[in-house]
């Protein structure tokens, strides 16, 4: 089944004082970096399989990328319009992926502990949903996490409609295609939003760390 992933970069970063989270170094490769290279055996050989979504700091973004070796290269898109919602950026994200992907794989650019095995997993649990699910976000504890995973009935349905819905108001309005799949691994509702995030991080993992520049 071909596989579509978005990755959302779009952000201000402005709660970790405005920087482009997606750039931080841990054990010297950045975030970015560290998470295309867990992708690149799950993804397929076009660019259009692997989208990633820009908005603030995406100069310093494409840049970065373009130093990136050619195999984990993604296909950079702009939003410009990235204060609006997470829904517009999404969006600008499923427009450039490839038109025959089945599913789609969405990711947060600043998850540090997501690795392969993990979207692995949570892909062979959205492979293994009940008949009619669509849609599929991993809770742990309770809290919604990424991948958020979906088929390409949804994807078209937030790209190829008139109204073009949010996701989140695609899942109210069929909450029985929906599963909300029960995980304990806490590498899919980790991100860093913050200062203290990056400390707990740091001290839980002992990684090095540095901005770039």
Same mark, same amino acid.
């Given at each position: 089944m071909k596989t579509g992933f978005v990755i959302l970069a779009a952000g201000a970063g402005r709660r970790m004082? *405005? +920087?482009?989270?997606?750039l931080l170094e841990l054990e010297g490769q950045s975030l970015l970096q560290r998470l295309l290279s867990h992708l690149q055996p799950l993804r397929g050989?076009?660019?259009? !399989? @692997?989208?990633?979504?820009?908005?603030? /700091?995406?100069? !310093? %973004?494409?840049?970065?990328? $373009? =130093?990136? #070796? $050619?195999?984990?290269? #993604?296909?950079? +898109?702009i939003n410009p319009r990235p204060d609006d919602d997470t829904a517009s950026s999404l969006r600008a994200g499923l427009r450039a992926l490839s038109k025959d992907v089945q599913q789609v794989v969405v990711l947060l650019a600043d998850q540090p502990l997501i690795d392969g095995p993990d979207v692995q997993t949570a892909l062979d649990a959205f492979k293994a949903r009940g008949?009619? %699910?669509? +849609? =599929?976000? #991993?809770?742990?504890?309770? =809290? &919604? *996490? /990424? &991948?958020?995973?979906? !088929?390409?009935?949804? /994807?078209?349905? @937030?790209? *190829?409609? #008139? @109204?073009? &819905? $949010?996701?989140? =108001?695609?899942?109210?309005?069929? &909450?029985?295609?929906?599963? @909300?799949w029960t995980t304990d691994n806490p590498h899919y509702t980790r991100d860093l939003d913050t200062p203290a995030d990056l400390d707990a991080l740091v001290r839980e993992t002992r990684w090095s760390w540095r901005w770039p520049g």
């Open positions: 004082g *405005g +920087v482009a989270k997606c050989k076009a660019r259009h !399989d @692997l989208v990633l979504v820009l908005g603030h /700091h995406a100069e !310093d %973004i494409q840049a970065h990328v $373009s =130093q990136l #070796p $050619s195999a984990i290269a #993604p296909l950079c +898109v008949q009619g %699910i669509r +849609v =599929q976000v #991993p809770m742990v504890h309770g =809290q &919604p *996490g /990424h &991948p958020v995973i979906f !088929d390409a009935q949804v /994807h078209a349905a @937030l790209i *190829g409609t #008139p @109204l073009q &819905p $949010s996701l989140r =108001q695609w899942r109210a309005a069929h &909450p029985e295609a929906v599963r @909300l």
